[in-house]
């Protein structure tokens, strides 16, 4: 039993799966014995899933969440039931988004907050769950990435800021939120990365570093987290039409390089994103945790398709 989880596996068993039967014999779960029928497994399996995007009663923090993907994220768990809470460095931004949230008939709240910050992070955090009672889901969504250019012109005062909003305001706003999801037996943490942190940019080399790391956090989250109830997965969009990507997609010459590498060749839209987002969010993806998904268009596979699409001899001498 890992160090910090010392309930009882039968006992999380039988709760949180209590028609799941073993099917031989398991020395961690004494209390159930073994030679279990089949047939109390079948019920599990038959389940109506009709419901299990519906996030009613479910309280969602979403950083970065008054534009863009954030936004979008925020709007489709918003659609979904939930209860969210929208947080961002700017005011007008933030009562901008509440307002256009609240008129979509979604119950939202805001929360003034730059978290690379981490006092103003922590107390967002708290602020939110005195607004709404408890975090079930966290979408750590919030980004920087002031420098464009090599990795030997980054200064030191870019990269500490790239690291302390990209990297560790999801660490310590994730173990905040955690108090609370433990408390409400579970919840979901969302980290978005990108597919920068995949393969690594050019131009954007610390940028890529910091969600690179973001990935291998959500990993040991997800690793030492579930054991009470709460997942956690990374979302690695590619590239986006949104006011953070502004510079490339209105970039012509740039914009058409970045779409024949793609098998899609179109810029994604946010709201696209968000469509996983409120999947990986939902119970209809209660068996996913410790993984990147990637919403790219294909752009992870450009070199293979780069290949297809012009021949075998392509690039070649």
Known sequence: MRKGCRQSYAAVTTAALPDVCLLR???LVPELGAGHSCASYQPYLSRDVSDTTNLEGRTALITGGTRGIGLAIARGLGSAGATVVVSSRKEPAVSAAVNDLRASGISAHGVLANVG???????????AIDLTGGIDILVNNAATNPVFGPLA???????DKIMAVNLKAPFEIGKRALASMKARGGGVVLNVSSVAGLSPESG????????????SLTQVMAREWGCYNVRA????PGFIRTDFSAALWTNERLSASIRAQQPIPRWGEADEVAEMAVFLCSDR?????????????GFMIRDQFATIRQGPDAGTR
């Open 233 to 236: 997965n990374a979302l690695c």
């Open 25 to 27: 014999s398991d020395p």
């Open 153 to 159: 012109e980054t200064s030191t005062e870019a990269f």
């Open 117 to 127: 910050r981490m006092d103003e992070a922590m107390a967002m955090v708290d602020r």
């Open 204 to 215: 954007l080399g610390t940028y890529s570093v910091s969600k690179a790391a973001l990935i």
């Open 285 to 297: 993806a209660r068996f996913c945790t410790g993984a990147w998904y990637v919403v790219d268009g």
